[in-house]
Protein backbone atom coordinates (compact mmCIF):
# COMPACT_ATOMS: atom_id res chain seq x y z
CA UNK A 1 0.00 0.00 0.00
CA UNK A 2 1.06 3.43 -0.63
CA UNK A 3 0.78 6.56 1.67
CA UNK A 4 -1.96 8.95 0.29
CA UNK A 5 -3.49 11.23 2.35
CA UNK A 6 -7.29 12.64 1.04
CA UNK A 7 -9.20 15.77 2.34
CA UNK A 8 -12.92 15.86 2.21
CA UNK A 9 -14.29 19.04 3.42
CA UNK A 10 -17.74 20.96 3.02
CA UNK A 11 -20.14 22.57 4.73
CA UNK A 12 -22.17 21.02 7.83
CA UNK A 13 -24.39 18.69 6.80
CA UNK A 14 -23.09 18.38 2.93
CA UNK A 15 -22.90 14.81 3.39
CA UNK A 16 -18.99 14.94 4.17
CA UNK A 17 -18.93 11.61 6.58
CA UNK A 18 -21.43 9.24 4.63
CA UNK A 19 -19.06 10.34 1.28
CA UNK A 20 -15.89 9.18 3.35
CA UNK A 21 -17.21 6.15 4.81
CA UNK A 22 -18.58 5.09 1.66
CA UNK A 23 -15.11 5.70 0.08
CA UNK A 24 -13.05 4.11 3.11
CA UNK A 25 -15.03 1.06 2.66
CA UNK A 26 -14.42 1.22 -1.63
CA UNK A 27 -10.67 1.10 -0.29
CA UNK A 28 -10.84 -1.57 2.18
CA UNK A 29 -12.98 -4.73 3.63
CA UNK A 30 -11.90 -3.48 7.04
CA UNK A 31 -11.10 0.26 7.74
CA UNK A 32 -9.88 1.83 10.46
CA UNK A 33 -12.63 4.77 11.88
CA UNK A 34 -10.63 7.45 14.10
CA UNK A 35 -13.44 9.36 16.30
CA UNK A 36 -11.95 12.22 17.73
CA UNK A 37 -14.59 13.79 19.37
CA UNK A 38 -15.15 14.72 22.88
CA UNK A 39 -18.63 14.19 24.50
CA UNK A 40 -20.17 17.60 25.83
CA UNK A 41 -24.01 17.42 25.96
CA UNK A 42 -27.10 14.80 25.17
CA UNK A 43 -27.75 15.91 21.75
CA UNK A 44 -24.16 15.77 20.41
CA UNK A 45 -24.35 12.14 22.43
CA UNK A 46 -26.80 11.17 19.96
CA UNK A 47 -24.87 12.76 16.69
CA UNK A 48 -21.95 10.30 17.61
CA UNK A 49 -24.27 7.62 18.83
CA UNK A 50 -25.90 7.85 14.59
CA UNK A 51 -22.69 7.92 13.38
CA UNK A 52 -21.55 4.26 15.40
CA UNK A 53 -25.08 2.99 14.26
CA UNK A 54 -24.26 3.64 10.49
CA UNK A 55 -21.24 1.98 10.75
CA UNK A 56 -20.87 -2.10 10.41
CA UNK A 57 -19.02 -4.53 12.55
CA UNK A 58 -16.45 -4.45 9.59
CA UNK A 59 -15.20 -1.42 10.62
CA UNK A 60 -11.95 -0.96 13.61
CA UNK A 61 -13.25 1.86 15.97
CA UNK A 62 -10.93 4.18 17.61
CA UNK A 63 -11.72 7.23 19.61
CA UNK A 64 -8.68 9.28 19.83
CA UNK A 65 -9.23 13.50 20.96
CA UNK A 66 -5.52 14.51 20.22
CA UNK A 67 -2.94 12.34 20.03
CA UNK A 68 -4.16 10.10 16.65
CA UNK A 69 -0.10 9.09 16.14
CA UNK A 70 -0.05 6.62 18.94
CA UNK A 71 -2.14 4.16 16.88
CA UNK A 72 -0.46 1.74 14.46
CA UNK A 73 -2.14 2.23 11.37
CA UNK A 74 0.67 0.87 8.75
CA UNK A 75 -0.94 -0.62 5.81
CA UNK A 76 -4.77 0.31 6.72
CA UNK A 77 -7.26 2.97 5.35
CA UNK A 78 -8.13 5.44 8.29
CA UNK A 79 -11.23 7.60 8.11
CA UNK A 80 -10.31 10.70 10.45
CA UNK A 81 -13.67 12.13 11.33
CA UNK A 82 -13.15 15.00 11.92
CA UNK A 83 -10.46 18.05 11.72
CA UNK A 84 -13.13 20.73 12.94
CA UNK A 85 -13.21 18.41 16.42
CA UNK A 86 -9.38 17.77 16.40
CA UNK A 87 -8.89 21.81 16.41
CA UNK A 88 -11.40 22.07 19.32
CA UNK A 89 -9.47 19.97 21.73
CA UNK A 90 -6.59 21.54 21.19
CA UNK A 91 -7.87 24.88 20.62
CA UNK A 92 -9.74 24.55 24.35
CA UNK A 93 -6.37 22.67 25.98
CA UNK A 94 -3.76 25.31 24.62
CA UNK A 95 -6.40 27.52 26.26
CA UNK A 96 -7.47 29.51 23.21
CA UNK A 97 -3.74 30.57 21.76
CA UNK A 98 -4.24 29.79 18.43
CA UNK A 99 -0.25 29.46 17.29
CA UNK A 100 0.23 26.93 19.76
CA UNK A 101 -2.57 24.41 18.53
CA UNK A 102 -1.95 24.84 14.98
CA UNK A 103 1.62 24.09 15.63
CA UNK A 104 0.81 21.19 17.53
CA UNK A 105 -1.70 20.10 15.26
CA UNK A 106 0.42 20.28 12.82
CA UNK A 107 3.04 18.54 14.52
CA UNK A 108 0.46 15.45 15.29
CA UNK A 109 -0.24 15.46 11.43
CA UNK A 110 2.71 14.94 9.97
CA UNK A 111 3.89 12.06 13.09
CA UNK A 112 0.66 10.62 12.15
CA UNK A 113 0.84 10.75 7.95
CA UNK A 114 4.91 9.25 8.49
CA UNK A 115 2.99 6.36 8.05
CA UNK A 116 2.41 3.71 5.38
CA UNK A 117 -1.62 4.13 5.27
CA UNK A 118 -4.61 5.61 3.22
CA UNK A 119 -6.04 8.84 5.17
CA UNK A 120 -9.61 9.90 4.91
CA UNK A 121 -9.56 13.43 6.57
CA UNK A 122 -12.77 14.85 6.96
CA UNK A 123 -13.10 18.56 7.69
CA UNK A 124 -15.91 21.55 8.01
CA UNK A 125 -15.49 24.54 5.97
CA UNK A 126 -16.13 27.51 8.64
CA UNK A 127 -15.31 30.42 7.24
CA UNK A 128 -17.56 30.79 4.26
CA UNK A 129 -19.72 32.48 6.13
CA UNK A 130 -19.82 36.44 7.61
CA UNK A 131 -17.15 37.03 10.47
CA UNK A 132 -18.17 36.36 13.67
CA UNK A 133 -18.04 39.35 16.22
CA UNK A 134 -17.30 36.59 18.83
CA UNK A 135 -13.07 36.71 19.03
CA UNK A 136 -13.04 33.24 20.57
CA UNK A 137 -15.00 32.33 17.56
CA UNK A 138 -12.69 34.49 15.09
CA UNK A 139 -9.64 32.82 16.36
CA UNK A 140 -10.90 29.08 15.90
CA UNK A 141 -11.94 30.20 12.13
CA UNK A 142 -8.34 31.02 11.86
CA UNK A 143 -7.18 27.90 13.26
CA UNK A 144 -9.15 25.88 11.24
CA UNK A 145 -8.71 27.41 8.17
CA UNK A 146 -4.74 27.36 8.79
CA UNK A 147 -5.02 23.78 9.68
CA UNK A 148 -7.59 22.87 6.21
CA UNK A 149 -4.71 24.87 4.29
CA UNK A 150 -1.79 22.64 5.57
CA UNK A 151 -3.42 19.43 5.31
CA UNK A 152 -4.88 20.12 1.61
CA UNK A 153 -1.34 21.66 1.06
CA UNK A 154 -0.02 17.26 1.60
CA UNK A 155 -3.19 15.82 0.16
CA UNK A 156 -3.08 14.09 -2.73
CA UNK A 157 -6.65 14.57 -3.52
CA UNK A 158 -9.22 17.23 -1.80
CA UNK A 159 -12.93 16.40 -2.30
CA UNK A 160 -15.19 19.32 -1.39
CA UNK A 161 -18.99 17.98 -0.96
CA UNK A 162 -22.19 20.73 -1.50
CA UNK A 163 -25.28 19.30 -0.99
CA UNK A 164 -24.09 15.83 -1.41
CA UNK A 165 -22.64 16.23 -4.30
CA UNK A 166 -18.43 15.25 -4.44
CA UNK A 167 -16.61 17.78 -6.39
CA UNK A 168 -12.75 16.87 -7.00
CA UNK A 169 -10.58 20.08 -6.46
CA UNK A 170 -7.33 18.30 -6.51
CA UNK A 171 -5.07 17.32 -8.24
Known amino acids: MKR ?13 S ?8 SLSDTPVYMAT ?13 AHRQRRGPEWTNIEEDKCLSRHILTDRVVLI ?11 FD ?3 DTQAA ?7 FDQLTRQNATFIFVTNEIGM ?25 RADKVICM ?6 QIKP
Open 81 to 91: DCVTLWCTNFF
Open 102 to 108: LDALKKE
Open 18 to 25: TYAEKLAL
Open 4 to 16: QIILITGGARSGK
Open 129 to 153: GEVSQNKIQRKFTDLQGWTNQYIAA
Open 37 to 49: ARIWDEEFSQRVA
Open 162 to 167: ISGIPL
Open 94 to 96: LNA
